[in-house]
């Protein structure tokens, strides 16, 4: 069949594909532990399903508005004020079929062909694509552990040419669980600003942030930047909702309306109960975001002291997410291979691990594994990994 140009360059999500080989080991009876997730293991809190029956019970069964309820777009516009002191009128609010096509709904609202945006690696991996969807083109800037694989202001001044269109920053990021101060993200701002870039920035991980830290939001630095921002955030991490597909934009009303329009044509609105879910989830008890939260901290000091005890691999701590983003170059090389991806096959087809390459997320000298599964199971993973490094050392 002769399919679409756009399929063409489309590369299939990493992630996604670690997890589908892991999971068709398992079924075939082999013990694998799967370090590819991009997903809390803890179930969602009870209200939050109860309030979902309920909702089903009561005939929420139909169509909604494509953007989402008003009280859930008002209980959007609330965490807004409350945690970050944003002001946002629900026509500035869109609910979505999770983060990822609020994003999606974005780019095809915002790019026209050729238009250039700014991404930043080691880069969440749907980035790249969805922009490429959309007409758009990434304009890769790579970063170094020694800057904790933050931007510089002189990096992005360099990288702006007169079809930036906008940039995207993710804190704390996936893969690398990096944050950007208030200091790094007023310097960026100030040139985007200077050169009118649209800031798209995906906070879907702020609620899991470590060691005392407290999330910042770009948008929130002054009136200026917030009117160039557009902030992308969902339920799926902070309260462990990954299938429940709820997501949401925040910023320009016109913007907004357009996704919207985008969004009537293709899903026509987010999946009903789910956005009753998500107003339990919002309005109800906070006390279970942080009880994950506790949980992922104590997973990530001990999971990073027993990684980086194994020959061959560094890594730098990460501040927020759920992932570590260990360097494996040279633990590939001390075991016969030439690059991370064979390393990371033979991790899944011999020690029965199941990690994700760096090269989908734009730096192929690393893994990313997640942290979001059983502490004996981070264990278990720590020590198979060892062996099989020093057995083929
Ligand atoms: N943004 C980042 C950085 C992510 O890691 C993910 C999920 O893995 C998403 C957005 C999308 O999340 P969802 O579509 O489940 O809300």
Redesign the pocket.
């Given at each position: 069949m002769d399919l679409a140009n756009r399929t063409k360059t489309l590369t299939p999500s990493a992630?996604l594909a670690i997890t589908a080989m892991a999971k068709e080991l398992k079924a075939s009876g082999v013990d694998v532990i799967g370090l590819g997730a991009?997903?809390p293991d803890f179930n969602t809190p009870d209200h939050i399903i109860e309030a979902a029956y309920q909702a089903l019970l009561n005939g929420k069964t139909k169509y909604t508005a494509t953007g989402g309820i008003e009280e859930l777009k008002r209980a959007v516009c609330d965490k807004l004020l409350k945690d970050q002191g944003l002001t946002y009128e629900t026509s500035e609010i869109i609910v979505?079929?999770?983060?990822?096509?609020?994003?999606y709904t974005l780019f095809q609202a915002l790019l026209n062909e050729g238009d250039e945006v700014i991404v930043i690696a080691p880069y969440?991996v749907?980035?790249t694509e969805q922009i490429k969807l959309a007409g758009g083109v990434p304009v890769i800037i790579e970063t170094t552990e020694e800057n904790e694989f933050k931007l510089t202001a002189s990096q992005l001044e360099g990288a702006v040419t007169s079809k930036t269109k906008a940039i995207i920053i993710?804190s704390p990021?996936?893969?690398t669980g990096m944050c950007y101060s208030e200091r790094e993200l007023l310097e960026i701002g100030s040139i985007c600003l200077k050169h009118n870039i649209t800031i798209v920035s995906?906070e879907?991980?702020e609620k899991l942030v470590y060691d005392g830290q407290k999330h910042v939001s770009i948008a929130q630095l002054s009136e200026e930047l917030k009117q160039i921002t557009v902030i992308?955030?969902?339920?799926?991490?902070a309260y462990s909702?990954?299938g429940w597909?709820?997501?949401y934009a925040a910023g320009n009303k016109e913007l907004i309306k357009q996704m919207t329009s985008i969004a009537s044509h293709s899903t026509s609105n987010p999946t009903t109960p789910s956005q009753y879910g998500a107003l339990a989830a919002f309005n109800g008890p906070q006390d279970v975001v942080e009880e994950m939260r506790i949980q992922f901290e104590k997973r990530l000091n001990m999971f990073h002291e027993a990684l980086v005890n194994i020959p061959g691999f560094t890594c730098l701590k990460p501040k927020g997410?759920f992932y570590l983003f260990p360097n494996v170059k040279e633990a590939a090389k001390l075991c016969g291979y030439s690059t991370v991806d064979e390393f990371a096959k033979a991790l899944l087809s011999e020690a029965h691990v199941a990690v994700v390459p760096g090269a989908g997320f734009g730096a192929p000298d690393y893994i990313r594994v997640s942290y979001a599964t059983s502490e004996a199971d981070l264990i278990e993973a720590a020590k198979r990994i060892k062996n099989f490094v020093e057995e083929k050392m």
């Amino acid at each position: 069949m002769d399919l679409a140009n756009r399929t063409k360059t489309l590369t299939p999500s990493a992630t996604l594909a670690i997890t589908a080989m892991a999971k068709e080991l398992k079924a075939s009876g082999v013990d694998v532990i799967g370090l590819g997730a991009g997903e809390p293991d803890f179930n969602t809190p009870d209200h939050i399903i109860e309030a979902a029956y309920q909702a089903l019970l009561n005939g929420k069964t139909k169509y909604t508005a494509t953007g989402g309820i008003e009280e859930l777009k008002r209980a959007v516009c609330d965490k807004l004020l409350k945690d970050q002191g944003l002001t946002y009128e629900t026509s500035e609010i869109i609910v979505t079929n999770g983060a990822k096509h609020a994003l999606y709904t974005l780019f095809q609202a915002l790019l026209n062909e050729g238009d250039e945006v700014i991404v930043i690696a080691p880069y969440w991996v749907s980035y790249t694509e969805q922009i490429k969807l959309a007409g758009g083109v990434p304009v890769i800037i790579e970063t170094t552990e020694e800057n904790e694989f933050k931007l510089t202001a002189s990096q992005l001044e360099g990288a702006v040419t007169s079809k930036t269109k906008a940039i995207i920053i993710n804190s704390p990021s996936n893969p690398t669980g990096m944050c950007y101060s208030e200091r790094e993200l007023l310097e960026i701002g100030s040139i985007c600003l200077k050169h009118n870039i649209t800031i798209v920035s995906d906070e879907i991980y702020e609620k899991l942030v470590y060691d005392g830290q407290k999330h910042v939001s770009i948008a929130q630095l002054s009136e200026e930047l917030k009117q160039i921002t557009v902030i992308i955030n969902g339920l799926s991490k902070a309260y462990s909702m990954t299938g429940w597909r709820i997501g949401y934009a925040a910023g320009n009303k016109e913007l907004i309306k357009q996704m919207t329009s985008i969004a009537s044509h293709s899903t026509s609105n987010p999946t009903t109960p789910s956005q009753y879910g998500a107003l339990a989830a919002f309005n109800g008890p906070q006390d279970v975001v942080e009880e994950m939260r506790i949980q992922f901290e104590k997973r990530l000091n001990m999971f990073h002291e027993a990684l980086v005890n194994i020959p061959g691999f560094t890594c730098l701590k990460p501040k927020g997410a759920f992932y570590l983003f260990p360097n494996v170059k040279e633990a590939a090389k001390l075991c016969g291979y030439s690059t991370v991806d064979e390393f990371a096959k033979a991790l899944l087809s011999e020690a029965h691990v199941a990690v994700v390459p760096g090269a989908g997320f734009g730096a192929p000298d690393y893994i990313r594994v997640s942290y979001a599964t059983s502490e004996a199971d981070l264990i278990e993973a720590a020590k198979r990994i060892k062996n099989f490094v020093e057995e083929k050392m």
